[in-house]
């Protein structure tokens, strides 16, 4: 693992070397973004075919809608109808999961790179690399310790919590949207003798808060991993409003993960 570790500190090193001459003492920090666009580059297609797989599913709805008033009563036999139709239909309910599980190898490489003080026995240069004033190894912690939220160092994070905000309330909006949509599309039931609608007002509640939770996370994750968490939030919105742009109702699921 040290010695992974070691060649991708090699590769972030070199392709900051190659964005020296435009981003100066930030081209570490630089070539990060570049390296979270590459991994979302490789991700599109699942994400396409996470879309595909969403519009399929949506087209489904009416005949599930069948199935939980046939079943209503039996909720264990309804869950089994209703994945014997997805077998029937070549339709994976998981498919929406996949582009942000092929992402989690990336995170945590760039968090345990920026979370070790030595590489190979040799202490990690990384470390010292900036962005602005904030180093890529430290935290929102220590920025508040050297100078405060409105210090150098924290004035960094405020403009990555002010991205996050931005684009998960434009994402709550859009979802909040969607969700409601669904919810008209399907006929009413009674959440105590149907779980499912009961599940599925909750998760109506719940989903559109999903994106702050980001929020959180680029405040304990290290600066570097941070940078990565915020391009690729980013990234997944503009990616997401353009691949379920002409499903309004179809992807409110997939727009809050």
């Known amino acids: 693992m040290s010695t992974f570790m070691s060649v991708f ?30 991994v979302r580059l490789l991700v ?29 009563k039996n909720p264990e036999q309804l869950q089994k109808a209703i994945m014997e139709l ?20 990336a995170f945590f490489l760039l968090y345990h790179l920026f979370s070790s003080t030595s590489l190979g026995g040799e202490p990690n240069s990384l470390l010292g690399h900036t962005l602005g004033a904030a180093p890529l190894g430290g935290r929102f912690k220590d920025a508040l310790a050297d100078g405060g939220l409105f210090g150098a160092q924290g004035a960094v ?3 990555l919590f002010a991205i996050v905000a931005a684009v998960a309330s434009f994402n709550y909006v859009r979802t909040k949207r969607q969700m409601a949509t669904t919810q008209a599309s399907q006929p009413a039931a009674d959440s105590a003798k149907d779980p499912g609608a009961g599940a599925m007002a909750t998760m109506t509640k719940i989903m559109p ?37 002409d499903m309004p109702s179809g992807a409110a699921l997939a727009t809050a993960a």
């Open 209 to 245: 808060l999903m994106s702050f939770m980001t929020l959180f996370t680029v405040g304990y994750v290290p600066l570097a991993a941070a940078l990565y968490v915020v391009t690729s939030t980013a990234w997944s919105a503009v990616e997401r409003a353009v691949l379920y742009r």
């Open 9 to 38: 500190a090699s590769l972030v090193e070199h392709i900051a070397d190659l964005l020296d001459p435009l981003f100066h003492a930030s081209a570490t920090a630089a070539a990060i973004i570049l390296f979270t666009a590459f």
């Open 157 to 159: 994070y405020l403009v």
């Open 44 to 72: 599109h297609p699942l994400s396409r075919a996470s879309a595909r797989g969403q519009r399929e599913r949506a087209k489904l709805q009416p005949r599930i809608a069948e199935l939980r008033a046939k079943h209503k």
């Open 86 to 105: 997805h077998k029937e239909e070549k339709v994976s309910p998981l498919s929406g999961c996949l582009p942000s599980l092929f992402q989690i190898p």
